[in-house]
């Protein structure tokens, strides 16, 4: 079986897919790709099925090496880095020769990166996923993230071939964006004081430091609750925005956990979740309200137009 060596793992590469849900009943994070969006892409590049694992890197990229002939894409964020001399190329397939090394560097655009391999990576599934759970060591490659001399397995070549062609990057930076965050009425919106409301959608917030893929701690405006008492801890979803007492939101992420007696503001649209994924430390972020028959609308629209990459159509 050919093998992708690890030389560098980089600041934070885990091996993801496209996740584990189903599990929340037992504590069980779902965790999977931060941008799911960019993982499905990189699989469709290769002619791998959507849910195959790949690498994700964070912020600073992972150096490997490939022990066989591969295929390869790069996608997410776009990350400095360079493979016989000349820059990594993004958004389309990239043949590697056995024995040569990839090196990928610090973030240029964006939070994260994927790696993906013609056949994925196939460490051992857990729950039905290869996907890392790091707080809890679960999945991946030993439940942890990559470190030097890691050997991680490719799996057999799909059947599907590979896209003939690179995605027009126009389309991707449709995707990307930049705008308001949009977002619907979390279970206790009425918890909160009306000028709350309206500082959370009209003012921006900032990225903390602190922040990963459990949560997206923001610091900006206090939003202030009506009632300082706690709720009864509840089932939480992927891009719940919790508040605690001091009145600065956390945005909960891939890797969040299951339960959870903060109130809840709001909640991301699924549509919006990959350009969470690529917010970065000290970047600005804004929030607009939708209503939920917006936001399933949204959520369509927006696999209309990832399924638009791949079929010749413009995305937009």
């Not at 909640?267 to 972020?285: E, K």
Request: with cysteine; aromatic share 6%; hydrophobic share 40%.
């Amino acid at each position: 079986m050919a093998v992708i060596r690890v030389v560098k793992p980089g600041l934070s590469s885990t091996v993801q897919d496209l996740g584990r849900p189903g599990y929340g009943y037992l504590g069980v994070s779902a965790c999977g790709a931060a941008d799911a969006l960019a993982l499905r892409a990189g699989n469709r590049l290769l002619g791998n099925d959507d849910d195959a694992a790949g690498i994700e890197m964070t912020l600073l990229g992972a150096a490997v090496v490939f022990d066989a002939a591969t295929t390869v894409a790069f996608t997410g964020g776009e990350f400095a880095g360079e493979f016989r001399g000349a820059p990594l190329p993004w958004w389309q397939r990239l043949d590697v020769g056995a024995g040569e090394r990839i090196d990928i560097g610090p973030s240029r655009t964006g939070a994260r990166c994927y790696l993906c391999v013609r056949g994925g990576i196939a460490v051992p599934p857990l729950m039905g996923s290869r996907s890392t759970h790091v707080m809890s060591g679960l999945g991946g490659h030993a439940g942890r993230r990559l470190q030097a001399d890691d050997v991680l397995p490719i799996g057999p070549a799909p059947r599907g071939a590979p896209f003939p062609a690179a995605i027009d990057r126009e389309s991707v930076r449709l995707l990307y964006a930049p705008g308001p965050i949009r977002v619907t009425c979390g279970p206790q919106a009425d918890s909160f004081v009306d000028d709350a409301w309206a500082q959370f959608t009209s003012e921006p917030f900032q990225v903390a430091e602190q922040s990963d893929r459990v949560g997206i701690r923001l610091t900006g405006p206090v939003l202030t609750r009506r009632d300082s008492r706690e709720i009864l801890s509840e089932g939480v979803s992927l891009g719940a925005i919790q508040v605690p007492l001091d009145g600065q939101p956390i945005l909960l992420f891939v890797d969040h956990q299951t339960t959870g007696g903060y109130p809840k503001i709001a909640n991301v649209c699924s549509a919006d979740l990959h350009r969470v994924a690529q917010l970065r430390p000290r970047d600005a972020v804004r929030f607009t309200l939708v209503s939920f028959e917006a936001a399933e609308r949204l959520r369509r629209e927006s696999q209309t137009r990832v399924d638009a990459l791949f079929t010749g159509g413009s995305g937009a």
